[in-house]
């Protein structure tokens, strides 16, 4: 059962991104000219992306990968060319519409299914792999944790999601808020340590059967986000 600060939380970040970030994200996939702030978060962002696409194999033929979170689907193209059959699934459903619509005509043949809702809803069936970049770093670090614990229940092989590792220049930047104006403002993320998520995963029963490997932090500009990667035992 999912606890009432994920809820809130989840409903939060529905607001903000079917309404006030919604323009902001599709300039952001579009490749339309951006201020300094929002073009180093947009370079940041390629670079987990191909962070993450580095960690899974390049023949993904025969894979189910769940993309949580999946924005305007940029890995969920990413996994559907390397041969996966892939869900996208994110909380906004114009940011799913706008997926849809801009969907590559080499991934039209049925590889990718949009769906608009929750990553943790278990009528999304199971999956050798998920990924989940920057979907759950607005959410505390317990609630993140059951997140994928929940995840880890019906996935097969690989977990990878991104987590904010706490730095004293993001420190400074999540009290000041200033990063964006306070009309685009997105909901705060949670830093969190490295040595606090780890251990958090290792004291999770459900997650009893999955390994952390290696992490992998990309810093680029405004935008600061670590890679960590569960895999079976």
């Known amino acids: 059962m999912e606890s009432p ?19 902001a994200w599709k300039r952001f996939a579009g490749g339309s000219p951006l201020g300094r702030i929002r073009d180093s978060v947009r370079a940041g962002r390629s670079q987990m992306r191909e962070t993450i696409l580095s960690r ?6 025969g894979w189910r990968i769940l993309d949580a979170g999946c924005g305007t689907g940029a890995i969920s193209v990413a996994l559907a060319r390397r041969g996966a059959s892939v869900v996208g699934v994110d ?18 043949d049925g590889a990718i299914e949009f769906r608009h ?24 670090t317990p609630d993140a944790v059951e997140a994928l614990a929940r995840l880890g ?5 690989t977990l990878l999601f991104t987590y904010v590792p706490r730095t004293p220049l993001l ?6 808020g200033r990063l964006f104006p306070k009309r685009s403002r997105a909901p705060s993320v949670t830093p969190t340590s490295p040595e606090a998520i780890a251990a958090q995963i290792a004291e999770s029963p459900a997650l009893i ?3 952390a490997y290696d992490r992998s932090r990309v810093s680029h500009g405004f935008y600061t986000s670590e890679l960590l990667e569960l895999m079976r035992r």
């Open 91 to 108: 909380l906004s459903p114009e940011t799913i519409a706008y997926a849809q619509e801009n969907l590559p005509a080499d991934c039209r």
């Open 5 to 23: 600060t994920y809820k809130a939380r989840r409903d939060e970040v529905r607001t903000y991104f079917d309404s006030t970030a919604l323009d």
């Open 153 to 157: 229940a019906r996935t097969r092989h």
């Open 117 to 140: 809702g929750d990553m943790l809803d278990s009528g999304l069936g199971p999956f050798d792999a998920v990924v989940a970049m920057d979907s759950l770093i607005h959410y505390s």
């Open 209 to 211: 059967d999955w390994q």
């Open 171 to 176: 420190a400074a930047m999540h009290l000041t």
């Open 56 to 61: 899974l194999p390049s023949d993904l033929q």
